[in-house]
């Protein structure tokens, strides 16, 4: 089979290997397409805490069970021991022993990936296949929205017009919340404008025009900034630090007392569970008619060393690798 094989940070290197053989209580599964994350991408250029070289990547994966076009499914790329407290808690993303696909064990940068089959969900028969790719990111935001408790009648601030902005926007209002996407990238507000309009969320480049207070603010973006979000949380509300920070800000200590004063919430939202691929399928089937934006490019396995830096420069939605097609 044809894989990209991450030899070293920064090199990629294209190589037929053996289709890897399925072990007990796993199976098979042809990759349709899969989606370039903008971890990958920081992967590509500095390495992870977690990854041992040389790696597949790939981790937002749809295929076929066994090559069988009447078995699509999408892939929650963990390996979860089921038997730990978070596991039996439905909180397997916490998994002591949790091992990721393109992180721990090689991901859908391949024609052919091994899965365990609890990891597999039944995609709809009217959701296309690359944006069956796009559940696992979906699924996170789910999980960061249960996170932040976000429930009908609450308003949402989200920093980040990126993909995952746009997931965390479009889950928000399917339960019956109002949310409000800030960032200071007028493209990006631009290229999901149609969109945002059709859900009914409003984008803005400056937070100063984010008038009111919010139930839940939602940083979908690292930069430092998003924590002053904390200042437009009403007393009780939640922030929900989505996204790692690449720094802290140097007015930390005033935050963490507004955090004190105003009884606020900080949570944290880290992957996704089982449960919210099932339920970003839903929903993406529900919008996919509107969904087709965020993919920015259907490419090959061989063009994607030449599109990682635009990943990692997170000005872009999504890059889609597509097997269907390829000879």
Known sequence: MKALVLKKRGVFELLETPIPEPEANEVSITVACCSVCRTDAKMWQSGHRDLVLPRIPGHEISGYVAGDPARPVSIWPGTACGTCRYCKGGRENLCPSMKILGFHRNGGFAEHVTVPRTSLFAVPQELPMPLAALAEPLACALHGLDQAAVDTGDRVLIYGAGTLGIFLALGAQARGASALIVDPCREKLEKSRVFCAHI??????????ASGEFDAVINA????????GLLKIRSGGRFCLFSNLATLPESGSQLLAVLHYRELQLVGAYGCTRKAIESALDLLAV???ELGFLIERIMSLEDVPAVMADVLGGEQFKYIIDFQNQT
């Open 221 to 228: 973006a690292s930069a430092p900034a998003t924590l002053d």
């Open 200 to 209: 009914g969320v409003p984008g803005i480049e400056d937070p100063r025009e």
């Open 287 to 289: 919008n996919r008619g």
